[in-house]
C-alpha cells in the first residue's frame, strides 16, 4: 500500500475512525467515575545501629515481617484511631527491603493521600519503637538479673559487716 492510497482510505474513513475515537475517550471519561482513586505513602527506615555497625538481635531480612505484624499494626490502627478492620489495615501495608541495604520502604495504599502519608509514617515510627523494645529487652534483662545479684551480694556484705 503506497502512501498516497492510505490517506484517501483514512479520508474515506475518516468518520469511523472520529466516531470510534469519540466512542473511546467518552467511555474512559464513565470509566474514570466507576474506578476509585487510590494514593500511596511511603516512608523509608534506614536501620542504623548506635556504635555504627549493625544490631545483631534483629536481622534487617525480618523487619518487613515485623512492620506488617499485627502487634505493629494494632498499635498503628489504635494512634491513629483507624475506622478499618486489622486485616483491611495488614492488606493495605507493603514493606520490602530496597536491594541489599539497610533501607527498608514502608508503603500504604488508601483512597485518601493524607491518610496514606500518616499511615506509612506511623508504621515506621511504631515499628521503631518496637525495634528498640525487642533489640533491648534481653538486655533489659540481664540488667535487672545483674542489679538484683548486686543486691543481693550487698545485703550479705551488710550483715556478715555487722556480725
Known amino acids: 500500500m503506497t502512501p498516497q492510497r492510505f490517506l ?3 479520508k474515506r474513513r475518516s468518520l469511523i475512525i472520529w466516531s470510534v475515537l469519540a466512542v473511546g475517550l467518552a467511555l474512559m471519561y464513565s470509566f474514570r467515575g466507576i474506578v476509585p482513586s487510590s494514593y500511596s505513602g511511603v516512608a523509608h527506615i534506614v536501620l542504623v545501629a548506635a556504635s555504627g555497625t549493625r544490631d545483631p538481635s534483629v536481622s534487617i531480612v525480618d523487619l518487613p515481617s515485623i512492620a506488617t505484624s499485627t502487634v505493629v499494626l494494632q498499635r498503628v490502627r489504635n494512634s491513629l484511631k483507624l475506622p ?3 486485616v483491611n489495615l495488614k492488606g493495605n501495608v507493603s514493606a520490602s527491603v530496597l536491594g ?3 533501607i ?3 508503603g500504604y495504599r488508601d483512597p485518601s493521600a493524607a491518610r496514606a502519608i500518616a499511615v506509612s509514617n506511623s508504621v515506621a515510627d511504631e515499628l521503631s519503637r518496637y525495634y528498640d523494645e ?3 529487652q534481653s538486655y533489659n534483662v540481664n540488667v535487672s538479673r545483674l ?3 548486686l543486691a543481693d551480694e550487698a545485703a550479705k556484705r551488710q550483715r556478715l559487716n555487722h556480725e
Do not use: H, K, N, P
Open 8 to 10: 484517501d482510505v483514512v
Open 84 to 86: 478499618i478492620s486489622l
Open 100 to 102: 541489599r541495604s539497610s
Open 104 to 106: 527498608m520502604a514502608i
Open 134 to 136: 525487642i533489640s533491648t
Open 147 to 149: 542489679s538484683s545479684a
